[in-house]
């Protein structure tokens, strides 16, 4: 079950992995995202992400047990196979979707206790931090019916 990647893959990796890294993802973690995403084959073992992305075993597996913790990837077996078969959890980005609206909800309310406790003596700290607030309100209101629409849509 040999892969290979193709140049123009590999540039893809890359500039996906540069992305993901700038929003925050350690580097061998966005790689592997991005390979889940670019190689041909959707599910991929160990040996195959480790040797693909010519990182080390221990790099390998720590970022894969963190993307497994974080639910950002998922892995299968195969009867009388004892190796773990990787792929993204983009199947899932619905059920994600829907997490994501429930955590905005809860900073949202976080946020709103902290400017309730906030001084009066920075009232323009204090407008932004409610400008904020107000956003997210809209956003919390707004995002699940479109995604409803959106979901409507296909249907």
Do not use: H
Not at 31 to 38: D, Q
Not at 85 to 92: G, I
Request: contains cysteine; aromatic residues 8%; glycine residues 4%.
């Amino acid at each position: 079950m040999s892969q290979s990647l193709t140049d123009k893959q590999r540039e893809l990796i890359e500039r996906l992995g540069v992305f993901s890294e700038q929003e925050g993802a350690p580097p061998a973690e966005a790689r592997i995202m991005a390979l889940l995403l670019v190689a041909d084959e959707v599910q991929l073992t160990f040996d195959q992400i480790r040797e693909l992305l010519n990182i080390s075993k221990s790099a390998a597996s720590t970022c894969l047990n963190t993307l497994l913790a974080t639910q950002k990837i998922t892995y299968t077996t195969r009867p009388g196979d004892r190796k773990r078969y990787f792929s993204s959890n983009l199947l899932n980005w619905e059920d994600n979707a829907t997490v994501g609206f429930r955590k905005l909800l809860g900073v949202k309310k976080l946020l709103q206790e902290i400017l309730d406790e906030r001084t009066p003596d920075t009232p323009e700290f204090n407008e932004g931090l409610r400008s904020l607030i107000e956003f997210m309100e809209f956003m919390n209101a707004e995002l699940p019916q479109l995604f409803e629409k959106w979901k409507n849509r296909k249907k």
